[in-house]
Nanobody
Framework: QVQLVESGGGLVQAGDSLRLSCAAS????????MGWFRQAPGKEREFVGG????????YYTDSVKGRFTISRDNAKNTVYLQMNSLKPSDTAVYYC?????????????????WGQGTQVTVSS
């Protein structure tokens, strides 16, 4: 059974940085894509970015390109979301997700496994 546990959320000010972690367990993830999503109050869940575990290649939604970076640590089975130059509009619950794929899934329905989420609040 795949388990994903996010951590690292919190309250920060606009312009600050924050790094989220997603600890993955349950099976080898070499053929998986790990995605980050976020959901603000009253809004639909939004794709932030993803990483293909084996290659380490990443892709992002336009609104975070140049500010957010996804990486992974194979030894720790952990994926990270480094968020820089945070804006109040980045305030949301952030979720880690996983799916076995060789493509670039970017919708929530394409992912099979989800973490519980971690709150990120950016004050102006």
């Amino acid at each position: 059974q795949v388990q994903l546990v996010e951590s690292g959320g919190g309250l920060v000010q606009a312009g600050d940085s924050l790094r989220l972690s997603c600890a993955a367990s349950g099976r080898p993830f070499s053929s998986y894509v790990m995605g980050w999503f976020r959901q603000a109050p009253g809004k639909e869940r939004e794709f932030v970015g993803g990483i293909r575990w084996s290659a380490g290649s990443t892709y992002y939604t336009d609104s975070v390109k140049g500010r957010f970076t996804i990486s992974r640590d194979n030894a720790k089975n952990t994926v990270y979301l480094q968020m820089n130059s945070l804006k109040p509009s980045d305030t949301a619950v952030y979720y880690c997700a996983a799916v076995r794929s060789y493509f670039s899934p970017s919708t929530s329905s394409q992912y099979d496994y989800w973490g519980q989420g971690t709150q990120v609040t950016v004050s102006s």
